[in-house]
């Protein structure tokens, strides 16, 4: 790794080095944030009409779905290039940003679908998020269980959902319609919850270090177990890459033939929680909104919220998972084992591939 330490645009940086202090420009705080706005990308009028031109000429070309949009098939020539900034920031400064002004009042579902898969391949490359292939996610109350089914995702129901990092490189939502209260999405630094917690408990940071198994919740590749082993905290070539996904840490337990959990680990778990709610900012989406994070570097939660009665107005986001073929940090070869292969550059270019997917981008939640 190079280090990188005198650069103005994403702050110091330096190779990161086992159960040590981490300088890196995501290491944010609240505070930080919550004095500027700067990590607030209003689109202008001009980007706004360039978009709207690229959505008209795919649907005069016939587009009926985002799947038919490859990069090439469209043209932003202002807005692309301040997207890839963008881009730069969200992999290699803070690990976030909101991009916000997306029409979605004026466009149809497609159209808005096709606004953010075109804003979105600026960012990385679509992959699978779920057993079903779903390349566009919906984030939409469907009456979802309880966690204690193995088949719930938290995000199909209107309860709070813990802190978590998504099994791919960078996580996209937009905004079509904010619900009556609530739902504020939640962001916490990984880089200062590790940092805090070595100030207070670098034993519990060790625990954390080491390899950690994990509930599949159902979506097990081809040829491997219902769970996997990956550590929280992840040093490689100089970065340190967190993978937080504490429900399913926990749920591993329900499995008799895996070790139980140690009383180390069980504390981290918490402390890593309790950090998580002490460090996090939060934010309301807007209409148009789209936010964009970069799961190695934060986690991420939602409170929980009141929906609106009338169907057209209940909350719903569209998502994307992306994977980062360039530029993305490297990943330490464990990761195979979330995803049953990594592909080029080491990226979870498949995002959850199980036995009978097939890709889809479906208009609808389901």
């Known amino acids: 790794m190079q280090k990188v330490s005198d650069d103005v645009r994403f702050g110091p940086m330096s190779a990161a080095v086992p159960l040590q202090p981490v300088v890196d420009p995501a290491g944010w705080t609240k505070e930080e944030l919550a004095a ?187 040829g491997k177990d219902p769970w996997f082993q990956l550590p929280v905290f992840n040093y490689y070539q100089g970065y340190l890459t967190t993978s937080w996904q504490g429900g399913y840490i926990r749920s591993a337990e329900r499995f008799e033939e895996l070790p139980k959990r140690s009383a180390a680990l069980t504390e981290a778990l918490d402390l890593f929680t309790d950090l998580a709610n002490e460090l996090s900012f939060g934010m309301d989406f807007q209409p148009g909104d789209i936010q964009l994070l970069h799961n190695h570097v934060m986690v991420h939660a939602r409170t929980d919220f009141e929906d609106w009665p009338e169907p057209e107005r209940r909350r719903h986001l569209l998502r994307l998972w992306l994977a980062t073929p360039e530029g993305g940090r490297p990943l330490a070869p464990v990761f195979r084992d979330r995803y049953g292969h990594l592909g080029p550059d080491d990226r979870p270019a498949g995002g959850i591939m199980v036995p009978g997917t097939q890709l889809k981008a479906p208009l609808e939640a389901e």
């Open 36 to 222: 500027t706005d700067e990590w607030i990308e209003r689109l202008s009028d001009s980007e706004l009409a360039e978009l709207d031109a690229a959505i008209a000429a795919l649907e005069a070309r016939g587009v009926t779905s985002v799947l038919e949009v490859e990069a090439g098939d469209y043209e932003l020539p202002a807005l692309g290039p301040r997207l890839e900034r963008m881009s730069q920031d969200v992999l290699h400064g803070r690990g976030f940003v909101l991009i916000r002004g997306v029409p979605v009042a004026r466009y149809t579902r497609l159209q808005s679908a096709l606004a953010f898969w075109c804003i979105g391949r600026y960012f990385g490359q679509p992959v699978s998020q779920n057993a079903k292939g779903h390349l566009l996610g919906h984030v939409q109350d469907l009456g979802g269980m309880s966690f204690k089914n193995p088949t719930h995702r938290g995000y199909q129901t209107h309860d709070r959902l813990p802190y978590h990092s998504d099994s791919c490189d960078v996580v996209g939502l937009l905004c079509l319609h904010p619900s009556k209260s609530g739902g504020a999405s939640m962001i916490a630094s990984s880089i200062a919850i590790h940092n805090e917690m070595l100030k207070r408990r670098p034993d519990l940071v060790a625990a954390l270090a080491e390899p950690i198994y994990r509930d599949r919740r159902g979506e097990v590749p081809e």
